[in-house]
């Protein structure tokens, strides 16, 4: 054990030295509570930016919704079928939905709000149908597009009554034309006195974003609001 000399025995250290290493330490102190506070707040901003934008993008896709689920709202006539592609076995489909085109002449479709639940009812010839709808949003990129869901209660499903598709979801039986794929979504598109349901278009990333392609377009015009 080592023994103080004389000179240290009863050292009592200055007042303001005791000051001075009292202050140093809680420097120390508040400087570590500063940066754990710091990191916090960082964090909890950056928590607070991602849920803007979350319920930002949550608001643009309700939006979407509200505004094609109240326009689409009303009484539609069939007007015609388009093929957004062009090829040999193209023409084959081409000719296949200009005679499809034909039964689907005298077709009308209808969407209405019923307690809160939306429905739609359509009448081709002796064929009815009757069921549920609901518009979704699927995100390519940083854009929301929207489609319609169709829940058949009676009758063929739409996209059988309006794209003639097999079981397999292929339109008019055709899977090879450019443009076409499984999807068994079918995307919205609706102005005030037109609307667009398109089967099995393609989506692709051009210059100006997500843009739709190919696939077969179903046309109407509005008959009643």
Not at 207 to 223: A, D, L, N, T
Request: charged residues 25%.
């Amino acid at each position: 054990m080592k023994i103080l000399s004389p000179r240290w025995r009863g050292f009592k250290p200055h007042p303001q030295l005791k000051i001075l290493v009292t202050f140093g330490i809680c420097v120390l102190i508040f400087t570590g509570c500063t940066t754990v506070e710091s990191q916090k707040m960082q964090a909890e901003r950056d928590q607070l930016l991602k849920n803007y934008e979350d319920l930002r993008e949550e608001n643009s896709e309700l939006k979407i919704k509200n505004s094609i689920t109240d326009t689409v709202l009303g009484k539609w006539k069939f007007l015609s079928l388009e093929m957004a592609e062009s090829g040999v076995t193209q023409e084959v489909a081409e000719a296949k939905a200009a005679l499809y085109a034909l039964e689907l002449k005298n077709l009308t479709l209808e969407f209405f709000e019923e307690k809160g639940i939306y429905h739609y009812r359509g009448r081709r010839g002796g064929t009815e149908v009757f069921g549920q709808w609901t518009v979704i949003t699927i995100r390519y990129g940083d854009e929301p597009f929207p489609f319609i869901r169709f829940i058949k209660r009676a009758g063929p499903e739409m996209e059988r009554l309006l794209f003639a598709a097999t079981a397999d979801g292929r339109a008019f039986g055709l899977s090879s034309a450019p443009g076409f794929d499984t999807a068994r979504d079918i995307s919205i598109s609706v102005t005030p006195d037109r609307l667009y349901l398109t089967m099995h278009g393609k989506m692709q990333s051009g210059p100006k974003g997500w843009v739709q392609s190919g696939g077969v377009r179903c046309y109407f015009e509005r008959i009643e609001k």
